[in-house]
């Protein structure tokens, strides 16, 4: 009968991974025990929270930087270390990333890669493909909910936006993508990939005032990497055997 109200109450503290068989055999004293469990709970919350926010993100694959090539192909701007980046020193101080560079090298895996680091680290993250995220704010726009669109971002710390500059936007929505960094500037770190220059980016955004002031509000306490190098995908590929 203990053993069935113990299950009771653990279920009503929502401590739902006390072993179902509860027992103090092995244990020295019953203060041991408790701390097992509790101790349990503890990691298997923090399990759940990190699948969560994972989730949540929306990755479109699991990246690492086991053997991830840091040296050939990546300048990095003074003083901004690779040990920096992997400490996510720079989310803590909501500053940005901007990995700008030739298709292929690299720089949309490094996003992600950090990205699921910072998940791991409890920190609430977004993937979005850039193009992807202005047809959402555009649709919602249309039908009026943009604003609780921009809720979903409130406790969200850091914000991948990939591939900056692969689809022209229209002006409504170059605009309205320019409002919603806006929104971030300060108050969340932002990690871009881009194939083109800043200067470049006029081509995208069409409006050259809306592109200066959207790439003053990202380079403003951003970390700007350069990648250049042959596209790994096609390296892989011609080094396939026929």
């Known amino acids: 009968m203990e053993t069935d109200r113990l ?33 349990n709970e503890l990691k298997c919350r923090e399990e759940l929270k990190t699948a969560r926010l994972f989730k949540q993100a929306k990755f479109p694959v699991r990246r690492t930087l086991d053997n991830y090539d840091w040296h050939d192909h990546i300048t990095l701007p003074n003083p901004t270390t690779k040990e920096e980046l992997i400490s996510l020193s720079f989310i803590r101080q909501k500053e940005n990333a901007v990995f700008v560079g030739t298709p292929g090298t690299g720089k949309t895996h490094l996003a ?17 493909r850039v193009s992807e995220l202005v047809g959402e704010l555009e649709r919602q726009w249309k039908n009026n909910t943009l604003e609780i669109f921009k809720h979903r971002f409130d406790k969200v710390k850091l914000v991948i936006l990939d591939e900056m500059g692969y689809v022209p936007f229209t002006k409504e929505g170059a605009e309205l ?6 929104d971030w500037y300060e108050t969340k770190s932002i990690i871009i990939t881009s194939n083109l220059e800043f200067s470049q980016w006029n081509k995208v955004f069409i409006d050259t005032r809306l592109t200066a002031a959207l790439v003053d509000r990202l380079i403003h306490h951003a970390h700007i990497l350069s990648f250049t190098g042959e596209s790994f995908r096609l390296k892989n590929a011609l080094s396939r055997p026929k």
């Open 7 to 39: 299950e009771e109450v653990c279920k009503q503290l929502r401590l739902s991974h006390i072993p179902r068989v509860i027992g103090t055999e092995g244990f020295e004293t019953k203060e041991d025990w408790l701390l097992f469990l509790l101790e």
């Open 177 to 182: 993508l320019f409002q919603l960094i806006s």
């Open 112 to 128: 992600c890669a950090l990205g699921q680091m910072a998940t791991h680290a409890g920190v609430e993250t977004r993937f979005w």
